[in-house]
């Protein structure tokens, strides 16, 4: 191969010029790679959700439990962008100046809950002492694991599965009509749908920077766990299982067919 054969040097999105050509140019855009993964998982989101907004009344008497798991996970955003950047080859530039950008864009957004739960009536320090479900101890040690011990680029994964559907005003309002939520109490959700229709942009450009041999995989890897946790911590307030933080006990899952446990075998 000579250097006619590579494929032209592409513009990255902070304006310079990429480090080293792709030889993916031509390949499905991994965002699209990434929704193709999460398809099963996105049905399963709409599912939940959509059946707890049809509920009678839960999702306004589980709103302040939501918004105390919600504030168990955004503060830990900063942190693992943190330790995603530290872990990062120099020579990785453009995702390091990323993950500097996008921590000062998310810095303090867990103060936007405290906010809203102190509105709806709940102290400030308990919320801060509270300890969080097991789903959603469970969201936040997977990503660490990527980053840690897989591949750190991988966490971008995560950050698009929660950046990437932002809930719409029209949404929002809807939520707060029907279940007579004051407008004030809602400011990390309609802060966050406005700032994210610009973040999802971001990182569908700087996920095509990734390599799609060693760290496209990790990153799907990272999406799916992040949003089967956030289905599960869903499920689980929906049902208003949240006044334990232990996990359900293995009893209440259906036992495995022979058929799955064959499939098992063979991998």
Known sequence: MTIDDLPPIRRTV?????????????????????????????????????????????????????????????????????AAWTRLDARRAELRRYFEKHIEEERGHEEWVLEDLARLGYDREVVIGSQPLAETIEMIGSQMYIVEYLRPAGLLGYVYVMESRPPNADFLCALRQAYSIPSDAMTFLSRHGEADIVHSQELREILDTLDRVTEGPVAKVSAVLGLAHVNRMLLRLRTGGFVTTYPSPLATYPPLGEDAITGMATH
Request: include cysteine; aromatic fraction near 16%.
């Open 14 to 82: 902070d304006g310079n010029y990429s480090e080293r050509p792709s030889v993916y140019d031509d390949a499905p855009k991994l965002a699209e790679e990434i929704e193709r993964t999460l398809a099963p998982y996105r049905q399963e989101y709409d599912r939940v959700v959509n059946g707890w907004m049809g509920d009678d009344g839960t999702f306004g008497y589980a709103y302040p439990a939501f918004l105390v798991e919600t504030y168990h996970y955004v503060k830990c955003s900063c942190q693992l962008m943190r």
